[in-house]
Every structure is written in structure tokens, then in C-alpha cells.
DNA sequence: TCGACTATGTACAGACCGGTACACTTTGAG
DNA sequence: CTCAAAGTGTACCGGTCTGTACATAGTCGA
């Protein structure tokens, strides 16, 4: 089929960018993992920068699927989600090929701000933010951004520190942390 | 006088790769930046990695020694400080130049975990990690450990936030969280 | 079978990478 | 002043980067 070739180009991208690095991975390589010719590359896509943007486009498809549907599966309250999340970012630690998150990396390579690149990336978290600030919200939290805000803060928290300390031990933590301070902005509300 | 030279150069090249990035900064542009021959510097560093772990090592030096200044500037009691160290983190984040967490974007770039990158960046870390559960442990939380993990992953995390939304918000968010989770701990304690 | 058109592979351009050979300038001892 | 040792600047190495020109192979209507 045609169009998957496409689709099979950003996929494998995806897979050694996420490996090797942004900068690290030259267009030879690709083309040269991927078996297609460089001319067939540039023509899918006409500069390396659209190909990262693709594979970024991707990841965060990828990602936030594979994320809401696991949460789905764990829990079915909006709080029990939210403590969900962490046991989601468990297990996506312990994957043999885990290495951190695309898009933190993706804007430490790409640090301007008006960086398309960058762009992409805060897209992506904003995206995730909201998500979290309306389990928030519909948990009852007496403020909801907020806790929301939170949420995102020890995710990412967790997963810088599941790279830098080579555990899975952040997870952990970052789900008590959780679970203190939805009691803690749940009570609030109540009282 | 000569060992300031090599600091100088260590000194440049820090600032430069915090703003470029590691990959993306050229031995041929720290030369022009530095002013010296790439003799020269080749002759204070054999090559290019042993500059950037020069610069890395200055920067945790320098970053610890601002930071515990400034904590121990705005509180003198464990608590008092564990709560302050999110408030040097906004002060941090209003500066012009602020471009995140330097040891995460060395960890993003130089991903193996053996590599002396990585694990120079993963020192600075768990010094930092001691630093925190110390003082949980001296301000009477019931598992230090945790707790000052905990305190790691929300300043990890406002770090990587601030940064990919442009804002020193999540320094706030961060703060509240942290102060929620010490009274649970102490608390719990006392209890 | 032909011929126009598209897809592919190869080989290379021009710039830049980390790193070095070598000629040069400066310095200090005698 | 002489001369060797140390420090410096320049020009360059082979390799790799992104991106392209061009020749070839495959495809489809007539």
C-alpha cells in the first residue's frame, strides 16, 4: 500500500530519533535503517526538520492513546485516574527501550521558542495539561488548574528522574505525592 | 596567570552550550567565541567531551553553591528551606538566560547510561536527592527518603514545565505542592 | 511496441565536524 | 645575543552533515 510507506518512513524515524538523539541521527542512517533511497526520503519529505515534525506528530499520537487508554483501563473515576496516571508511567519505565520522554528531549535540542520543533512539544504537554486539569475539575478539586498543573509537574518530574537515576523508583514516589495532594484538594473542596 | 585561562575557556564554553546545546555547538565556534586558537584548546582539553564534562563540572559547582546560598538566605529551618528551595527555583526562571536544567539536556543529548555524561549529570543529581532528604529527614518527615524525592521530582518537573510552557508558573505550583506534602509528613509523623 | 511519466538509486556538492601537522612567535637561561 | 623550549595561529585532514543532480528502472495508456 502506498500511503503506509509513508507512515513505515516516520515510524522507524521516530524509533531511532527517540534512540540516538535528534542531532545524532543523520539522514543517512535513516535511510540506510529504513532501506529506502535518499531521493525517496527527500521526496516524503523535503527537509529534516518536516521529518521530525512528523515523527513528533506521532509520538504524541502514540503516546497520549496508549496513555488514556491504559488509564481507562485502571480506573474509571476521574480521581481514580488521575492516581492511575503514575501506575501508566510504571509501566512504560520498566519498557526494555524506555528513554525518557520525545518531547523533553525534542526541546533540549531545540531550545528557541519560536522553534517549530519546540512548538510541537509544548502542544503536546499542553494538550496533557488539559487533560489532567479536567480530571481535575471533574474530581471535585477546590482548584483544579492547579491541581492539574501538579499532576503534570510530577510526571514530568518522574520521568527526568526515572532517566538521570536509571529506576523506576520516581514512579512510585510521584504516585504518593499524587494521591497527598488530590486528598489534600479534594478535602479542601468538602470542607 | 594560568589556570585561570583554562577556567575561562571551561567558563565560555558552559555558556555556550547552555545555550546551543552540546551537538549543536562546534569546537570552531567556542574557538571564535573564546578567542583562542583551537591549538590552544586543544592543548587544555584533549578533546571534545573532556571540555564538556569540564563545563558540566563547573556547572554543578556553580549551581549548588547559588542554590544552598540562596535556600540558606531565605529560611534557616529544615522546613523553612526545603519550602524556600522553590522559591530560588522561580527566582531562577525569571533570569534572561534561563534555558532549563543543564544535566537533564546533557542526559537528553548523551543518552547511553554508562556514558560519563550521563553519569556526571546523574551525580549532580543525587546530590542534590541527599541535600533534600536530609533535610526531610531533619525536619521530622516520616520517611525522608520519599519525601526528598518527592522534592526532587516536583523541582525536576517545574524545571522541565517552565521551560517547554515558557512560564514561571509551574515554580508556584511546585511550591504548593511541596508545602502540602511536608505537613502531610510531619503531620503523619506527629501523629 | 512505443513513448511519456513517475519512482528509485547513485554519486556527489558544499558546508561543517572533531582533531592535527607544522610553521611561527614569544620567552627565558646562559 | 643565542638558542632551545613552550605557546600560538593557520591551514588542513578524513569523515559526516543536509540536500541535490542525474541516470536508470518501472508503469501505464495507446
Redesign the pocket.
Known amino acids: 500500500m502506498r500511503p503506509s ?1 509513508k507512515d513505515e518512513l516516520v515510524s522507524k524515524a521516530l524509533e531511532v530519533f527517540y534512540r540516538d538523539g535528534f ?7 535513516l ?1 540506510v535503517e529504513t ?9 516524503h519529505f ?4 518536516e521529518l521530525i515534525l512528523a515523527a513528533l506528530d506521532l509520538r504524541d499520537t502514540n503516546f497520549r492513546t496508549w496513555f488514556l487508554t491504559r488509564v481507562a483501563e485502571l480506573a474509571d473515576t476521574p480521581e481514580g485516574q488521575l492516581i492511575a496516571g503514575f501506575d501508566a508511567l510504571a509501566e512504560w519505565f520498566e519498557e526494555d527501550n524506555y528513554r525518557g520522554c520525545m518531547f523533553i528531549k525534542a526541546c533540549s535540542e531545540f531550545q528557541e521558542v519560536d522553534h517549530p520543533i519546540h512548538q510541537q512539544a509544548a502542544r503536546h504537554k499542553q494538550i496533557l495539561l488539559d487533560h489532567l486539569t479536567g480530571l481535575a475539575q471533574a474530581a471535585g478539586a477546590k482548584d483544579p488548574d492547579c491541581l492539574g498543573s501538579q499532576m503534570l509537574l510530577l510526571k514530568e518530574g518522574a520521568i527526568v528522574s526515572s532517566v538521570l537515576i536509571s529506576s523506576g523508583a520516581p514512579a512510585r514516589d510521584a504516585k504518593a505525592a499524587a494521591q497527598v495532594l488530590l486528598d489534600s484538594a479534594v478535602k479542601h473542596q468538602a470542607a
Do not use: F, L, N, P
Not at 24 to 29: E, L, N, P, Q, Y
Not at 37 to 42: A, D, E, F, L, R
Open positions: 510507506k542531532h545524532a541521527t543523520g539522514m543517512d542512517k535511510v532501506g529506502v533511497s535518499k531521493t525517496s526520503m527527500y521526496k523535503r527537509t529534516k526538520e
